[in-house]
């Protein structure tokens, strides 16, 4: 966000976002039913969860998912209206190709 590097930015913003949505618990259809207020939990954090711990390889694919992604999205966009967008998704994926392959830096 220093360097002002927009791609970059955007491209890590959204992957964290995929993250944290891989780290959320599924919800069964069973609790979102309900039941009598009665057998309800009360009190701070009863509707808390643990999230779920992702492995490094996990991380590695959807990191690597959405930059495919991007590239997918960059290669459908072949007028030259979208050069620009189409540039800026090869760039966003580039940024996330480097975390992969340790070039990136934090």
């Known amino acids: 966000m220093r360097a002002r590097d927009k791609a970059a930015v955007s491209a890590l913003r ?9 780290e959320a618990v599924p919800v069964d259809d069973d609790r979102m039913r309900g039941g009598a207020l009665e057998h309800s939990p009360l009190g701070a954090g009863t509707t808390e969860a643990v999230r779920r711990e992702l492995t490094e390889s996990t991380v ?3 990191v690597r998912a959405e ?9 459908q ?6 050069a620009d967008r189409a540039a800026r998704l090869r760039a966003e994926a580039s940024v996330l190709v480097g975390f992969l392959d340790g070039r990136a830096t934090p």
């Not at 959204?14 to 891989?22: C, E, F, I």
């Not at 930059?67 to 290669?75: C, G, N, Q, V, Y």
């Open 60 to 62: 590695a694919d959807i």
């Open 14 to 22: 959204s992957t964290l976002a995929a993250l944290d949505n891989a």
């Open 67 to 75: 930059a495919t992604e991007r590239l997918e999205a960059a290669a």
């Open 77 to 82: 966009l072949t007028t030259p209206a979208h």
